[in-house]
């Protein structure tokens, strides 16, 4: 990471902890919205960004976290046991799944990921009993002030951003993370080289999985009520990558650089152009992929390894 | 003897499907792009065919021809100006940018044409036959004839002309048509243009039998997807066999699941055929 | 005494294709093995099939008496049978000390990182690339770049080591620095297996020579006698010097 990558890292950083100093809810929800989308971003790095898998379907885990949190909040358990739940589920899912897709490369893997999404939102639409099908789903919470929700959900997403954050940094500086380097490059010489990619490749993935839907689980209690367009939404999944790309997908902090400042740019589009928004923000999304440097790819990652292997 | 009607509903939309798909796969093969605007490539033929008929008076059928060449003008400037620039890269940035275009022009039909569906109602239409215990729509058997005819003179112009000749050869090996003194930018945007063009007719043919949406681009989207991997990427025979496939299996799983659940099936057919057999039914050969 | 690999009528068909038809060998340690063959011959499938890129139709691998056709490259690497690729497979946007330390990572097993770069020096010192540590390895040229591959497999920590075509695109003086690296592998008591064309190499190198035809394995002789076998003349140029060959004989 360049030094301006740093010090911009550092400053978002500092903001965020200065946020529940400002009080305002609305900055809070922000800041709040901003953290989990650096754990979805951060989360899809592991895949997409480390292993070089073309991840479009993180939306999947995020809504069935979300699903099975509400699922279990709404029956009357504890929210935390509710939480819980969600990222075994979540956990549970990747590894079934990636057994399945992995073993799918490029295009293929990307289109089945997107449809796993759709399929999942499908379902959880005809799984009507269970889910409240089209009418969604409405979570019962503490009768807390909106002031003390919105700190309690901020603190929430801060902590799981900053254990997303340390999780990422010891992928990226141990052998996972050297062989997700590797299967990125060439699979098939890591293959010979004695890197058992598929173990590697589950392992990326589920940790993906989990994050992904821990934040959903979050995202459910702290909305109060979803339905399955809203949380297996295909923007979940796609508005990851667009921040991973601008951040800088090779490395930690990238993702969490690139959340923010998509997430600025999507709220000044959404406050200033309500019909057009997601027009305006299509046009956003092609002029950064047309103007995005070329080079974009595992240069900050290695630089990583040469620093933890002469430590 | 309802099987002989599923039958006949499912090979009537099979020809409209292949239409769908035609075009899009085609683009997928040559280009190795993925092209997300192409569902609301058949929306926009749509709504063509739609206002020419309601302010104009203009049939559909001749409508599928406007449409073919607005979209197709449209396809060839965009790729030519857009998508050209990252034909090259990776998989991650081209769906990407053509993401970004379709929530552009998505945007735009919701905001010109508004959200509520439409259909064109014709003063004339050709009527319903019977055959048997078996109900057919003449319009859109029509259509589906049409359709078809429309895959053979694309299938013609692939084999025939020199153009089309150009189009194989740069799906096959690029750098070999580059060596060979094809010029492989045009190659591409008239390869786009064609999928524009076809995905604009297949809107014209369907606007007198379905109703249409700017939401209904995604599920043309989706279902362009299966039918590629079910008939072959690239391939043109593959895309009219996949079509027909497709609409069978729409048609049948309609009575075994509802056809609420027409999308899932066909997502769930994607993923086994991704895992289990991904050059489709016809292969990589079928050109 | 079971020898060190051992192939059991192995076959492999790809479709309707016999590649590899019946071939049955054992290599013993400490042994250069040549292996030669015409264009075609499945000379490259049959390492592919040993380590595991493609499984055998039939037959068997045993290595120290264990069967291993059916595992994954992965697990044959670990167990000490590396290979190079006729066409470098690097990790082309890590560095060259980086690469080597893939394979002792993993194949090799070690599990802290500044031991693996510890130990990829050395095998970068061994094969002449220390000066080069720290370049990416795309930026390498061919011949280095084979220099590496060899550096990589043996970071693997292998007891065989299968090299397919490692003089392939060199010149002269480059094969022969390549030839002595070679030999001094062997000399470390690893047994080696090069597949090659150049039949100055392999009589050079190899104190025994197997020849594949067609998937076949038509001989398996001492080097010296190899080249006058009949069948391999008539592999390599047709009958009619065969023919000859055996009027002379």
Redesign the interface.
Known sequence: MTRTQLFIFVAIVALLLAMPLVGNNYVLRLATTALMYAVLTMAWNVVGGFAGYPLFGIAAFFGLGAYSGAVVQSSGYPVALAWIVAVIIGTVFAIVLGFILLRLRGHAFAIATLVIAEVLRELTNGWTSVTGGGMGLNLPFFGWSPTALAMFFFYMMLGLATVAFVTTWIVAHNRLGFALNCIRQNEDAANIVGIDTTRYKIIAFTIAGAFAAAAGAIYASWTGYIEPSDVYDVLFSIKPIIMALIGGMGTVIGPVIGAVAFLVLDEVVWRNFLQLHTGVLGFLIVVLILFLPSGLSSIGLTRLWRKAASA | MIFFQYLANGLILGGLYACIAAGFSLVWGVLSIINLLHGSFIVLGFYIAYFSYTMLGIHPFVSVVTSAIVLGAIGYVVQLGLINRVVARSVLVTLILTFGLELMMNNAMLVSFSADYKKVLLQNPLGIAHLGNVFISLDRAASTVIAFLLILLLWLVLRLTSVGRAIVAVRFDRDAALLMGIDVNRTYAITFALGAALAGAAGSLLSASFPVAPLSGPLFLSKAFVICVLGGVGSVPGAAVGGLAFGLLESFGAVLFGSEYALTLAFVVLIILLLVRPHGLLGVKGF | MTALLELKNVSRSFGGVRAIHNVSLKLEPGQIVGLIGPNGAGKSTLVNII?G?HPASSGEILHKGEPIQRL????I??RGI??T?QVV???????VV?NV???A?????I?S??E??RVAMEHLAFTGLAALA?RPAEQLTLAYRKRLELA?SLA?NPHILLLDEVNAGLNTAEVEQALNLIRAIAARGISIVIIEHLLKVVTGLCSRIIVLHHGELIADDPAADVIRDPRVIEAYLGSRFAERQMVRQ
């Open positions: 380590t890129v994954k490259p992965f697990q690497s670990a590396a290979r690729f497979q690097p990790f082309p946007a890590m560095t980086e330390m893939a394979g990572m993993f194949a090799a097993g599990r990182m500044e693996a770069r720290d990589k693997m």
